[in-house]
């Protein structure tokens, strides 16, 4: 299939990267679709652990061209800093193989300073859990309309005017801001990435048209959408397979998959609800296990059981044609694995994703026992070696959700995952 959709069905974190980096290794072009530096993909090939937060992960493949796309907002310190880390682990990152969307929206200085003093002002019992990276207030400017794009870093005279007319000694009540210093340093930065930029839409396009594969790669993940996610605990763009065709300037015609990632349980990193959180020895567990820390912020992640309710949601939403599984190995150990099949709403039976975050914030979840398995599955690779119980919690979600299961990571390493193309899972 010429172009794929890789989406998070849960709240991020799912193991996107690592997927992206498997299938990155037959396709032609990896394409980062919305999202900032707010969001980190680990992929490790052998020994060696990539952190990556801007750069799609197809980059680690050598024939793989790797596009930012125009949904992305982009903070060229953090990119180029990423460039420097990775060339010292000998990866290349030439104008050849990686570009920059022309359009894609830039995150200044004055975004990360008005997005602290923002969660700040909420207090304690309102924080929405925001990195802090200047995301929100970007993508703030970018609908507002005053917001400064990849182009416009190129002329100075554009850069000054944009910087002047937002007036952000006013925004950030800060009389003796110096904008000509941010101006002088982000033209200088214009110039660097000036190699890099392209008009992404006719690229992409031009393409697809060519018969060239392709993914399109989302970050955080389905209950983070600022439209369909658990608002207002959400990104501010669209990690939905929706928001795809519009961060990458393509037709929904022509998406041809939707991946949908989810893990063997559940992870969440900062506020809302949560229902089947663990607080306990158990989400402790699965925590250490899992090694369930931010690759952006490395904040701990709440961990939780599996939660059939909101993934059919994150199959209605996203449209997922198949599912990749992941962290299935951190559950080796556990004596009965619990699933949410529904929620219980004020003595109602919910099975469908609440809209109203209070009445979601309320619901118990229900679950289902199922029986886990003692044995070690990390070095796996095919499914019918796996312990029977853990076959049977494969196809148990499977059917669960109405979606196939084609692909099981037991461990970050790209050897340790199995495909199930042609089982019947």
């Known amino acids: ?78 990119l180029f800093h990423e460039i420097a880390t990775l060339e010292k682990q000998n990866i290349k990152v030439t104008p050849e193989k990686f570009k920059i969307s022309s359009i894609a929206h830039i995150i200044l200085p004055f975004h990360k300073q008005l997005d602290s003093m923002q969660e700040t002002g909420r207090g304690d019992d309102a924080k ?11 993508y703030t400017d970018k609908v507002s309309r005053m917001g400064v794009r990849v182009l416009d870093l190129l002329s100075k005279e554009t850069l000054s005017k944009k910087l002047h007319d937002r007036n952000w000694p006013a925004v950030l009540g800060i009389a003796d801001l110096n904008v000509d210093e941010v101006v002088e340093t982000y033209y200088a930065l214009g110039q660097r990435l000036r190699p890099f930029i392209i008009d992404s839409s006719l690229f992409i396009n031009d393409a697809i048209d060519q018969g060239k594969t392709m993914i399109l790669e989302g970050a955080q993940g389905t209950m983070l959408d600022v ?13 939905i397979s929706g928001g795809a065709c519009i961060g990458a300037g393509i037709g929904p015609h022509k998406i041809d998959q939707v991946i949908g990632v989810t893990k063997a349980y559940v992870t969440r990193v900062g506020e809302g609800p949560f229902p089947t959180e663990l607080i306990c020895e158990t989400g402790e567990f699965l925590r250490i296990k899992g090694a369930e820390f931010g690759t952006t912020t490395n904040r701990p992640r709440r961990c939780g059981w599996l939660d059939l309710v909101g993934l059919r949601y994150a199959v209605r939403v996203n449209g997922i044609t ?14 009965t694995i619990k699933v949410c099949t529904h929620y219980l709403l004020n003595g109602e039976k919910v099975y469908h994703f609440p809209l109203d975050v209070e009445k979601f914030s309320k619901c118990e979840p229900v679950y289902d026992d199922i029986r886990g398995w003692d044995e070690d599955i ?13 076959k049977n919690y494969v196809q148990y979600i499977s059917e669960a959700i109405g979606v196939k299961i084609t692909l099981v990571s037991v461990g970050s390493k790209r050897n340790q995952t199995i495909h199930l193309l042609q089982k019947k899972v």
């Open 322 to 335: 198949e599912i990749c599984l992941t962290k299935l190995d951190v559950l080796d150990g556990v004596e």
């Open 227 to 239: 439209d369909h996610g658990t608002y207002p605990y959400v990104t501010s763009s669209n990690p």
């Open 1 to 78: 299939m010429p172009v794929k959709i890789i989406v998070g069905a849960q709240w991020g974190d799912e193991g996107k990267g690592k997927i992206t980096d498997i299938l990155a290794e037959k396709v032609d072009l990896v394409v980062r679709y919305q999202g900032g530096n707010n969001a980190g993909h680990t992929v490790v090939v052998g020994d060696e652990t990539f952190k990556l937060h801007l750069i799609p992960s197809g980059i680690l493949n050598d024939k793989c061209q790797c596009v930012i796309g125009n949904g992305v907002v982009l903070d060229p310190e953090v």
């Open 128 to 138: 929405i859990g925001t990195t802090g990276r200047g995301i929100g207030p970007a």
């Open 378 to 390: 990390s070095q796996i690779t095919d499914f019918d070696a796996l312990p029977l119980a853990a």
